[in-house]
């Protein structure tokens, strides 16, 4: 899925046409390989699985349309919409194979490790998502930061509690 994105902001800084259209065969190469991946799930009888990865897909999708066009109203929405970009695909199979307890989990893990990736990009990234609602107004960007990272770690501690006893009761179903 990420392929699409980083052949976007590659193509922009493709240096000639061979670069371009390179670029562009890396998207069909994947493209053919997610096409190979739906008919061997299709094989198998996974038309459920299909479906929730489709689903999944299109939500993402939206969700990095709401972020490119800035359509949120504040941290919060933003922050969701994060989520949905970086485990909206874990989540839906986390749902489709009953393990909806992990969904919390997987988000704030994975949000909090987005942000971790982008911690020497921080200034950037969060002037990006933030200066255009408030423009007159200075932003602090390193509160929302860390507030983010601590708010997902704090999560992610409460969430392990919870993980540790559904892992046990799974465990001993299958004593």
């Keep these: 899925m990420d392929t699409h994105d980083q052949v976007l902001v590659?193509?922009?800084?493709?240096?000639?046409?061979?670069?371009?259209?390179?670029?562009?065969?890396?998207?069909?190469?994947?493209?053919?390989?997610?096409?190979?991946?739906?008919?061997?799930?299709?094989?198998i009888g996974e038309i459920g699985l299909i479906s929730t990865l489709a689903t999944a897909?299109?939500?993402?999708?939206?969700?990095?349309?709401?972020?490119?066009?800035?359509d949120f109203q504040n941290e919060q929405e933003l922050i969701g919409l994060?989520?949905?970009?970086?485990?909206?695909?874990?989540?839906?199979i986390?749902?489709?194979?009953?393990?909806?307890?992990?969904?919390?989990?997987?988000?704030d893990w994975l949000l909090a490790n987005f942000l971790h990736q982008n911690r020497h990009h921080k200034q950037l990234l969060l002037e990006h998502f933030f200066n255009y609602h408030q423009p007159a107004v200075?932003?602090?960007?390193?509160?929302?930061?860390?507030?983010?990272?601590?708010?997902?770690?704090d999560n992610i501690t409460n969430h392990s509690k919870d993980l540790q006893i559904h892992i046990q009761s799974v465990l001993k179903k299958w004593q």
Excluded: W
């Design 10 to 43: 590659k193509n922009r800084d493709a240096k000639n046409e061979n670069e371009a259209i390179a670029l562009q065969l890396s998207v069909l190469a994947g493209d053919y390989y997610s096409g190979l991946y739906y008919r061997l799930l299709a094989e």
């Design 57 to 70: 897909i299109k939500r993402i999708n939206e969700a990095k349309m709401k972020l490119y066009y800035h």
């Design 82 to 92: 994060l989520k949905i970009v970086h485990a909206g695909l874990y989540v839906a």
């Design 94 to 107: 986390a749902e489709y194979i009953n393990t909806s307890q992990l969904t919390a989990f997987i988000e």
């Design 138 to 153: 200075p932003v602090n960007t390193d509160r929302i930061y860390e507030q983010c990272i601590a708010d997902a770690m």
